[in-house]
């Protein structure tokens, strides 16, 4: 089982250069000029670039949360996903303190087996750290090969942790080599905030940002970096979305703390203004932290631009407008937080990015793909384009121009946050592990065919970017 990807400029984060690609079972077996077909299937892809598959290290597929479930399951997630150009994700995998994390664990494979079309990994969220999940968590790591951990500092109700938890959280995962992803919001303030909204009458969407102010996420921002920096262990700050965020990355970056940042495509080219639409229509918008102020989106590329931040996720969290976001038609603080970004990720970061001259195409490779599968100890194997890897491949137009739709994109939810968004750029082809999962635009994957991925410890060494330019 032989493929020959003919004609293409392949771009990785290092380098940009014509070449070919033989693919030979599930690995690349070679890269260079006019290769032989040798009854290989040649894949001609002349005009388009071939990208490493996307690495997604931040999605929510079937997951509860907010009284409810995501629409979007294993399934519907990762065909999007495979769609937008992504071959692995890395999902949140929730614990409840009545269940071992064992179990926790056993229950999101069963989520993912047989569904998953593209490959796959778990974080592994911790809801406390009592004296039975400290004794179990190394053991369940190193069988399962979950390499980060995930600690809430937002979301009182449901999953906030204290800071002794967190503390804690950083002191295991130093011992067992692991990343911790921390969602920096001060939940207790944005808790208080929201029930003297609530009782001054502000039942609209527009409360949720106004009730989740930006100082919030810039607060626990710096106390998440402090709290790692005084365990001496390695932080890894979810969905940025602002200058106060950014600033205490970049001075906590610069002073050799072992800190590393992720924003999200929505937080890039959307804001604030769309949660005050009309007719409820806010609510779309509505997730955590919120979307902020315009000038953010500047401050987030610049970011990413100097290696401050390192990764994009799509932070996916898909509820349907009729039904799901509707359960909060009289209180901004029951809907659902989330929502549907798997699919456009990788063409958003390529169109605001390299398109609009932001990024480089090297950087977007990066930030899209490399970064996280060295971060999450996935890399060589995934997030590289190179002899022995496997053949995960974007064969991407980097002209066509397309427009964003509800109407056209493979998620399993009734909205698109980026309506009527025109961009330039399109997934042609996409394999994972040397299989088609998209051929010519048009889904050739199975579902369940995606391999669940044991990784490497964490490793903080000389491959990661250390830039610290001011913002
Ligand atoms: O609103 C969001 N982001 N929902 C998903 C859960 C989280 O906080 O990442
Ligand atoms: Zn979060
Ligand atoms: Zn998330």
Known sequence: MKKLVKNGIIVTAADTYEADILIEGEKIAEIGLNLPANGAEVIDAKGAYIFPGGVDPHTHLDMPFNNTVTDDDWETGTIAAAFGGTTTILDFCLTTGDRTLKEAVQRWHGKANGKAAIDYGFHLMLANMDDKVMAELPLVLEEEGITSLKVFMAYAKEFQADDRTLFRAFKAAKEAGALVMVHCENGSVIDELVTRALAGGHTEPIYHALTRPPEAEGEATHRAIELAHMADSQLYVVHVTCAEAVRQIAEARSKGYKVWGET??????????????????????????????????????????????????????????NGKKQLGRNDFSKIPNGGPFIEDRFSILYSEGVQKGNLNLNQFVDIVSTQPAKLFGLFPQKGTIAVGADADLVIFDPEVKRVISAKTHHMNVDYSAFEGMEITGEPISVLCRGNFVIKEKQFAGKPGSGKYLKRKKFNDGSLQAQTTAAV
Do not use: H, M
């Not at 315009?294 to 349907?320: E, H, M, R």
């Open 264 to 321: 999200c495509p929505q937080y890039l080219v959307l804001d604030q203004s769309y949660l005050e639409k009309p007719n409820f229509e806010g609510a779309k918008y509505v997730w955590s932290p919120p979307l902020r102020e315009k000038a953010n989106q500047k401050v987030l590329f610049n970011a990413l631009k100097a290696g401050i931040l390192q990764t994009l996720g799509s932070d996916q969290c898909s509820f349907n407008f």
